[in-house]
């Protein structure tokens, strides 16, 4: 016969030993949050290559044979997002339906640009999923912004000016990039940089 006091304290146990561990996984979460208000995310990677800082209006034409214009005056008074990608680039992959996304929510244009091949490009955006009318295949405009690695986002506001660049490979990147506006900053880098309590509290 089972000793009564004896399942007793074996429940007893299974209880402490059960709030001991509710409690360390409580302070585990604690330290969690911590470490991610200390450690902030990254905001787009800034070019080291001189580039211009407003783009004229520019009429381009897409791989589709459809002309686009990018830069300049934008008459619908919208914000332009380039991304310069490649069908090579695995991150470049990752990033275009993110891309699409991010563009579709924050109601910005979304044009992708490359600089390859007219045959490596049609089969880039085959591989990449992306619109013959979305992407344009033109060097020039890529050497005018100063991309040197991709995948590369130039956000440009209504008038051409362009408001932030860099190497993107997150959702949080580009979500980094209309934050500059917000903050005067050209990247979250140089904002903790003049601000580093930010996070503190």
């Not at 979305?134 to 100063?146: K, M, P």
Request: hydrophobic share 50%.
């Amino acid at each position: 016969m089972v000793d009564p006091s004896a399942l007793l304290g074996a429940q007893a146990l299974l209880w402490l030993v059960l709030i001991a561990m509710v409690c360390v996984v409580i302070a585990l979460l604690g330290q969690v949050r911590y470490f991610y208000r200390r450690i902030a995310p990254l905001g787009a990677l800034a070019p080291t290559l001189s580039a211009v800082n407003e783009l004229d209006a520019t009429e381009l034409e897409t791989l589709s044979g459809d002309l686009i214009s990018i830069g300049g005056m934008n008459s619908n008074g919208k914000s332009q997002l380039l991304l310069f990608v490649s069908g090579s680039c695995p991150i470049s992959r990752k990033m275009v339906p993110i891309a699409v996304d991010f563009t579709r929510r924050e109601k910005l244009e979304l044009l992708f640009c490359g600089d390859d091949a007219l045959d490596a490009q049609k089969s880039a955006i085959s591989m990449l999923g992306i619109p013959a009318r979305s992407f344009v295949n033109e060097a020039t405009i890529g050497r005018q912004l100063g991309v040197d690695r991709v995948p590369f986002a130039v956000l440009l506001n209504a008038n051409g000016h362009v408001v932030v660049r860099g190497l993107v490979n997150s959702l949080e990147h580009l979500e980094s990039l209309l934050r500059v506006q917000e903050t005067g900053h050209s990247s979250l880098q140089s904002f903790m940089t003049a601000n580093p309590g930010a996070l503190a509290s």
